[in-house]
């Protein structure tokens, strides 16, 4: 089934999964770029600001794909802020742990 935009259901899901994976992955690299890997950046706030950016700057990328933000429930939200979320945090966590410096 298809919304009026022309993106089936499975489509969708697919798109917003691949977003919500690459802006995490990105805000963890950006978090390590912009704050730093040493221990004192590891409890620095900044990287938590970093990541909520990257949850907000979804849904235009969102509108730009052919997504309709419109139909999001809370469900949807929640999925596209723990997903940005767990991927941030997985890789932030290794460029803290590996001593990576930029």
Do not use: E
Request: hydrophobic share 55%; glycine share 8%.
């Amino acid at each position: 089934m298809s919304d009026d935009t022309g993106i089936s259901g499975h489509a969708r899901g697919v798109i917003v999964t691949t977003i919500c994976c690459l802006a995490g992955i990105l805000a963890g690299v950006v978090s390590a770029v912009y704050v730093g890997t040493d221990p004192a950046a590891a409890a620095s706030t900044t990287t938590i600001l970093v990541m909520g950016a990257f949850v907000l700057v979804q849904y235009p990328v969102y509108s730009v794909v052919g997504v309709d933000i419109a139909d999001f429930g809370a469900k949807d939200n929640l999925y596209v802020a723990f997903m940005t979320f767990t991927l941030w945090f997985i890789s932030y966590t290794v460029l803290l742990t590996s001593a990576v410096t930029f």
